[in-house]
């Protein structure tokens, strides 16, 4: 019965006052909730324009383009292939990206398509067809700019800004 007793009047005692790190149990919970809640990206994107706070925006390439017909003689995969791009555009666009598609991004890019990267960093950044990872957003729109994409170092830099300071340390140093 002692030892029943001492079990009730300890968790009495810690449940009043938890004090790791000099928080109460209903602080640190409140402040779990509140940094599982805080997306970094959705918060940057989400916060209201002050006169002297820049405005962040994903900057993206227009990939409208006039439609190619295939002349005579020409190869046809060519063409085939033009406008399987262009269906993958509107799809990613749409948010209905199927693995087919997110397969044909990854092989693009692997053969240093820089459209296909700077789509591909597109849908890391805002985690379209795939689960959001800002270092490799990061990573892919590095890759794009290097190849030229003009828009690609605006959006390292706000991809940047959007990472936590984990994120950005564990980014590579150069």
């Not at 409140?30 to 209201?48: G, V, W």
């Not at 399987?84 to 092989?107: K, M, T, Y």
């Amino acid at each position: 019965m002692l030892r029943f007793s001492f079990i009730v009047v300890g968790i009495l005692l810690l449940c009043g006052q938890a004090n790791a790190f000099g928080l109460t149990a209903d602080q640190m919970y409140r402040n779990l909730m509140r940094s599982e809640s805080d997306d970094s990206l959705s918060a940057a994107l989400k916060r209201e324009k002050k006169s002297d706070d820049p405005v962040i925006t994903f900057n993206k390439r227009s990939t409208h383009s006039d439609p190619v017909e295939p002349q005579i003689g020409e190869d046809r995969s060519v063409f085939k292939a033009q406008y399987n791009w262009r269906d993958i555009v509107v799809a990613v666009r749409r948010g209905q990206v199927s693995p087919f598609d997110l397969e044909e991004i990854r092989r693009l890019s692997e053969h240093e398509n820089a459209e296909a990267i700077e789509l591909l960093a597109w849908m890391y950044a805002t985690g379209t067809g795939i689960r959001q990872d800002l270092p490799k957003s990061y990573a892919y729109y590095l890759h794009a700019a290097h190849l030229g994409v003009p828009s690609a170092y605006d959006n390292v830099r706000l991809v940047y800004q959007a990472m936590t300071p984990t994120q950005r340390s564990d980014l590579p140093n150069f």
